[in-house]
């Protein structure tokens, strides 16, 4: 049974939106610092954004100002708000714990920003 579960992405031109959910099991949910990360054809995967349990929210330099993650404690659901969406930004976005755990990572889900 996954663990975490990423949706959302999808294909979206440049200076667009999208907003990414991760449903997570609760026991995760309540007890660890959740972050989202993405991975680029051909580059590692790296973290994008994330935020504690008591809401405080952290962000890559490429992308504080324009992304926004947030959590629902009543849904055990991170969001991440993607805005003003470039190039650059394309690839996978995956949710797991931070630090990471080996056994949550899920399928994640395909971000594509082109014109």
């Known amino acids: 049974q996954a663990q975490l579960v990423e949706s959302g992405g999808g294909l979206v031109q440049p200076g667009g939106r999208l907003l990414l959910s991760c449903t997570v099991s609760?026991?995760?949910?309540?007890?660890?610092?959740i972050a989202w990360y993405r991975q680029a054809p051909g580059q590692e995967r790296e973290l994008v954004a994330s935020i504690t349990t008591y809401g405080s929210p952290d962000y890559s330099d490429s992308v504080a100002g324009r992304f926004a993650i947030s959590r629902d404690s009543a849904k055990d659901t991170v969001y991440l708000q993607m805005n003003d969406l470039k190039p650059e930004d394309t690839g996978r976005y995956y949710c797991?714990?931070?630090?990471?755990?080996?056994?949550?990572w899920g399928q994640g889900t395909q971000v594509t920003v082109s014109s």
């Open positions: 797991n714990t931070l630090p990471t755990h080996p056994e949550y």
């Open positions: 609760r026991v995760i949910f309540r007890f660890n610092t």
